[in-house]
């Protein structure tokens, strides 16, 4: 196991003390943080593909944007998309595809 460090054993300690609170506000909130979870603990495959740089950056972003690691993301949008509960949210980002229709607009 690895060993950790100084403020990983604070906050471990921490934790089975009872002294950090949750800063999840919302039931939903929560069952979308556990969904992470469950994705991210459940790996038992590994997928290597190539993606081009426009669209990593925008997947980095969307994933900043969530608090989330960026493939953690990917893994939770691929798992949501082959059970069939895929579901774009709009983002506060804009992403190329609206970049490009904003140029083609005002040539």
């Known amino acids: 196991m690895k060993t950790r460090d100084r403020y990983e054993k604070q ?3 921490a934790f089975e003390a ?15 943080y556990r969904e992470y979870a469950r994705a991210t603990l459940s790996k038992n495959k590994r997928a290597n593909i190539r993606l081009s740089t426009p669209d990593l950056s925008e997947i980095q972003a969307r994933a900043a944007e969530e608090g989330i690691p960026y493939q953690t993301l990917i893994a939770s949008v691929l798992h949501k998309f082959v059970a069939g509960r895929f579901a774009e949210k709009p983002s506060r980002l804009t992403t190329r595809a609206s970049r490009r229709g904003k140029k083609r607009r005002a040539a």
């Open 11 to 13: 906050v471990l300690s």
């Open 18 to 32: 009872g002294k950090l609170k949750s800063t999840v506000t919302s039931e939903a909130a929560l069952r979308r």
